[in-house]
């Protein structure tokens, strides 16, 4: 009798077989279902038909460019979302991360340690999805995550899943000094490979949506060698 995958169902869109043929038997051997596509059409078909539990995006396809493909499933999909490339720069992560996608991987990459982060993306999706959805209110912030839209003031802020997320524990945990491992784990589910600069562009994109003068922030502060406060 076949053994049911009991990780999830991974869509690896990636055009190179040298990456996704043996990553996609990394999965399997982890408990996951992998289904492999090489093209952005493939991508757009197999997540609408599958409705995989988790998408690892490649940035360059053959007939398309990733970052289309990420704010396609955006569109009408909360499907926690990797981006895989060969690129790795600031402005890169940032654009991607704008974008909605959770998470940021540069080629070449560990098995272990994506296989490693996609379950900390997995169980930190699991946990909101499962978690009470009570509006949140405090210092001009409205929060509700049942629907995740964020008010400052009245005004609705176009927040990326991460961005809402990150805010959302800064302001529930208001007046706390966050260490920047600790939101790691509590935000992303991170417990191994902790990228610490994963947070720092988060907060900044967050400020420059959040804050009067991002420069010059009233809400989302930084405690020097220790992390970040929500002042509320």
Avoid at 54 to 63: C, G, I, R, S
Avoid at 78 to 103: F, H, Q, S, W
Avoid at 154 to 183: A, C, N
Avoid at 201 to 219: G, M, N, V, W
Wanted: with cysteine; proline share 6%.
């Amino acid at each position: 009798m076949a053994i049911q995958p009991s990780g999830g169902r991974i869509l690896v869109v990636e055009d190179e077989e040298s990456i996704s043929q043996p990553f996609a038997e990394a999965l399997r051997r982890a408990g996951f279902e992998p289904i492999v596509t090489a093209t952005a059409a493939g991508a757009l078909e197999l997540a609408a038909s599958t409705e995989p539990d988790l998408v690892m995006l490649d940035l360059a396809l053959p007939d398309g460019d990733g970052r289309d493909v990420c704010r396609e499933l955006r569109r009408h999909s909360d499907v926690p979302i990797m981006m895989l490339t060969a690129r790795g720069t600031e402005m890169d992560k940032i654009v991607g991360l704008e974008l909605g996608a959770d998470d940021y991987v540069v080629k070449p990459f560990s098995a272990a340690e994506v296989i490693s982060r996609i379950r900390a993306v997995l169980r930190r999706s699991s946990r909101a999805a499962e978690a009470p959805a009570k509006p949140i209110e405090v210092a001009g912030v409205e929060l509700d995550p049942g629907a995740r839209i964020a008010r400052l003031n009245g005004r609705e802020l176009e927040l990326s899943r991460k961005e809402f997320d990150l805010l959302r524990y800064l302001v529930e945990h208001r007046d706390e000094v966050i260490t920047r491992d600790r939101l790691l784990d509590e935000v992303w589910g991170y417990e191994q490979f902790p990228t610490t600069r994963t947070v720092d562009t988060h907060i900044l994109r967050l400020r420059q949506k959040f804050e009067a003068d991002p420069e010059r922030p009233a809400y989302i502060l930084t405690v020097h060698g220790q992390g970040y406060r929500f002042a509320g």
